[in-house]
């Protein structure tokens, strides 16, 4: 079956898209309003750019309801800044929980229980629950229309990467630790390493 995309209402394509790549890391972005409220948000469409200079970046789509912008990127486009935390299955369920289209005044830490900490270079706070978070001044962002189904390409410059002192060896994460979740289609995540293998790259 060939299938091309112009064929297709935006939400159909979306189901093929989310259906077809995966599984897809989690961007659980926290960020701050002009007037210092916290927002936090989880995106799935979010990936690493490059080490040097460090750049990772997520895509926040359109509300689906009138093609507006998501708070997290009017927070960044205004603030500059923003911290992707890095989500493990002793908190997916909260995170999920935060993907809830609360009014913009409303604290997501507040709001599912999860706890702030302190950034150490930018003045978003991160999620402590969080193993690893990467502390990030925007970049750019390129944006892709304005209408439902639509979305942007927010890239970051990160700062600082804070990692729990159990993670870290040897310059490694030690992913077992880290318990790391990922997106599936539909309302599926997954446990990556649960059923993980190694494939050793030829010469």
Not at 3 to 27: C, D, F, H, N, V
Not at 36 to 61: E, K, Q, R, W
Not at 121 to 136: F, I, N, R
Request: hydrophobic fraction near 35%; charge should be negative.
């Amino acid at each position: 079956m060939d299938i091309k995309p112009e064929t297709l209402e935006w939400q159909a394509a979306y189901k093929l898209m989310i259906g077809s790549i995966l599984p897809r890391p989690i961007a659980f972005v926290s960020s701050l309003d002009e007037d210092g409220n916290a927002n936090l948000a989880p995106y799935s469409f979010f990936t690493a750019i490059c080490p040097d200079p460090m750049l990772v970046c997520f895509s926040p789509m359109r509300r689906g309801k009138d093609g507006s912008k998501k708070d997290t990127l009017e927070n960044i486009e205004k603030t500059k800044e923003f911290v992707i935390n890095i989500v493990s299955e002793e908190f997916a369920e909260k995170m999920n929980d935060c993907a809830i289209e609360f009014e913009s005044c409303v604290d997501e830490f507040e709001q599912v229980g999860l706890t702030k900490k302190e950034s150490h270079t930018v003045k978003p706070p991160g999620v402590s629950e969080s193993k690893v978070q990467l502390e990030c001044v925007l970049h750019e962002v390129l944006h892709f229309g304005d209408h439902p189904g639509a979305g942007s390409l927010v890239i970051g410059k990160v700062e600082c990467v804070r990692v729990d002192d159990e993670l870290y060896h040897d310059g490694k994460i030690d992913s077992e630790k880290l318990k790391p979740v990922g997106r599936l289609a539909g309302q599926m995540y997954t446990k990556p390493l649960s059923d993980s293998f190694e494939l050793i790259r030829k010469r």
